[in-house]
Nanobody, 126 residues
Framework: QVQLVESGGGLVQSGGSLRLSCAASGLTFGSFSMGWFRQSPGKERDVVAAINWSGRHTYYADSVKGRFTISRDSANNILYLQMNNLVPDDTAVYYC???????????????????WGQGTQVTVSS
């Protein structure tokens, strides 16, 4: 059974930084693409960043390129999202997702993900 638990959200001023973590368990068979997604009230869940099983390939939404960095500690099954230079538009609930995929594939479409964490709130004040 796959379980994803996010942590690291909070309230930060514009220009500040946060690091989100996602502890994954149950990813024992096959390979998985993982990603960070966010959702604001009344909006759809959108991809923020995604990474393949080996960590060599990544995808970023245009709005976060150059500010956010996704990485994974495969030995300990932890996914990270380092968020720098945060702006109020980054305010949302951030979700960690995992999806079975070939090792070199990055899955960046939220509708293709089967496993989700409970989410962590990120609020950026102006």
């Amino acid at each position: 059974q796959v379980q994803l638990v996010e942590s690291g959200g909070g309230l930060v001023q514009s220009g500040g930084s946060l690091r989100l973590s996602c502890a994954a368990s149950g990813l024992t068979f096959g390979s998985f693409s993982m990603g960070w997604f966010r959702q604001s009230p009344g909006k759809e869940r959108d991809v923020v960043a995604a990474i393949n099983w080996s960590g060599r390939h990544t995808y970023y939404a245009d709005s976060v390129k150059g500010r956010f960095t996704i990485s994974r500690d495969s030995a300990n099954n932890i996914l990270y999202l380092q968020m720098n230079n945060l702006v109020p538009d980054d305010t949302a609930v951030y979700y960690c997702g995992a999806e079975s995929a070939p090792p070199e594939i990055v899955v960046a479409v939220p509708e293709e993900y089967d496993y989700w964490g409970q989410g962590t709130q990120v609020t950026v004040s102006s």
